[in-house]
């Protein structure tokens, strides 16, 4: 179970431009929940993540993991258990080296490096495997830079590669945003098998409104740094795009 208990997140603090953006925040997300979160710009979604991961500090507060607090933990230290899909697919990858160098890599992650070949032949067929598994043709072209594939396809590797090691979180950071509509579906259908198959405990924010509500178990939107819609189980499943569009649009009014 993941919780933020009592976060406090200022921005430029003592200055004229100071934001405070969460004051007293709190949050609960069980084991194997797949939250989408959306919420309009400056609401609090990617500074969310970026608490979760430990990529920004925060004033005070607590996070947790099974009742253990990681607050101190720096982020190269989370990723361990923590992957996370960048909206910008150049992000999550290494463009100058090949996809069997990039899965590689993320095949080592939380391991120590030594004086030893980075890549280990005996991985190469898991890798294909695992390649072929996507559905994209990609298990041929292991040798391919991965700056020469399309971004649909550097997403999907990205993903691979964030859920390869064993982890207890997936961070979807509006990974589907820069893809085109007919890439960002089969995008989404991999990730919910990827978290349906591995039982990943999943935080996805994004902007497209029927993704939150045809995705997931658990559907937050986000106003001004708090919670002002939470809805999971039956209760999210029932939701229709239409409504979460009126609840959305009243809140940009106000």
Do not use: W
Not at 32 to 46: A, D, L, P, W
Not at 72 to 97: A, H, M, W
Not at 143 to 164: C, D, F, I, W
Request: with cysteine.
């Amino acid at each position: 179970m993941l919780e933020l208990r009592n976060i406090r997140k200022v921005y430029n603090a003592g200055s004229i431009t100071e934001l405070k953006l969460f004051d007293d925040f709190s949050l609960t997300v069980d084991d194997g929940e797949f939250v989408s979160v959306i919420g309009s710009n400056g609401s609090g979604k990617t500074s969310l993540l970026n608490i979760i991961c430990g990529s920004i500090p925060i004033e005070s507060g607590d996070v947790l993991v099974g009742g253990e607090s990681i607050a101190k933990e720096k982020d190269f230290v989370r990723c361990r258990r923590i992957g996370r899909v960048y909206q910008n697919p150049s992000l999550g990858t290494s463009p100058n080296l090949t996809m069997l160098e990039n899965l590689s890599l993320a095949d080592n992650k939380g391991k120590s490096f030594g004086l030893r070949f980075g890549i280990n032949k005996k991985r190469i067929d898991y890798y294909t495997e695992q390649l072929a598994s996507l559905g994209l043709g990609l298990e041929d072209k292991l040798n391919v830079k991965m700056g020469a594939l399309s971004g649909g396809q550097r997403q999907a590797v990205a993903l691979l590669m964030a859920t390869m090691t064993p982890l207890e979180f997936l961070i979807l950071d509006e990974h589907t945003a820069a893809l085109d509509p007919k890439t960002a579906e089969v995008i989404m259908q991999l990730t919910d098998r990827v978290v349906r198959e591995k039982g990943l405990t999943a935080i996805m924010v994004t902007h497209n409104l029927r993704y939150a509500v045809e995705y997931g178990t658990r559907l937050i939107m986000m106003d001004k740094g708090s919670i002002a819609f939470d809805k999971r189980g039956a209760e999210k499943a029932a939701l229709t795009t239409d409504e979460v569009l009126a609840k959305f649009n009243t809140l940009s009014i106000e």
